[in-house]
């Protein structure tokens, strides 16, 4: 008896399939056929995966932006207790300069009202009255108890001057 011919040899080739590597064996007429499970890829770590460095990374840049908003914040709160001195000029019983005072609640205020014009600036929700005489100083103080914006008026006209805001 004859022995029985060889198999013809296969040729393999590695393609992708779906995106994962696949091995193909072609046979001896030329056709490809799949042949066991996907080759695992070169990396060994998946494509959707985010390497260690690159988490530590991330990590410390969460850190730094944490911390500096943290800093940030806490500067910019109302550490009121402390004393606030305001200097004021009333001009023609129709304008003050500054026009808006500011302080944050709990501070003492002194406020020290020289005007061109005899009469009364008057600061409202605080019911503070500066009686002033033409080029003299009128001076006031007071505890900042209450919160909000408070106007400033030439009290015999209603003029409004400007405001005390308080936060």
Same mark, same amino acid.
């Given at each position: 008896?004859?022995?029985? =011919?060889?198999? @013809?040899? #296969? +040729? %393999? &080739? /590695? *393609? ?7 091995? $193909? ?27 260690? =460095?690159?988490? @530590?990374? #991330? +990590? %410390? &840049? /969460? *850190? ?7 800093? $940030? ?35 003492? &205020? ?58």
């Amino acid at each position: 008896m004859l022995p029985s =011919p060889a198999p @013809a040899p #296969l +040729a %393999a &080739v /590695v *393609v992708r399939d779906h995106g994962r590597p696949r091995l $193909l064996a072609r046979d001896a007429r030329s056709t490809f056929v799949k042949r066991g499970p996907p080759i695992a890829p070169i990396s060994r770590r998946n494509e959707n995966q985010v390497s260690r =460095p690159r988490i @530590a990374i #991330l +990590a %410390a &840049v /969460v *850190v730094v932006f944490v911390v500096g908003g943290g800093i $940030l914040v806490y500067s910019n709160q109302s550490h009121g207790g402390g004393n606030r001195e305001i200097n004021v000029m009333v001009t023609g019983a129709k304008s003050m300069s500054p026009s808006e005072w500011t302080a944050h609640e709990n501070d003492t &205020v002194t406020i020290k009202v020289t005007s061109d014009t005899d009469g009364e600036v008057h600061l409202h929700g605080y019911d503070i009255a500066f009686d002033c005489k033409a080029g003299q100083v009128t001076t006031r103080t007071f505890k900042a108890d209450k919160t909000g914006n408070f106007p400033i008026e030439w009290e015999s006209t209603s003029t409004p001057l400007g405001e005390l805001v308080v936060t």
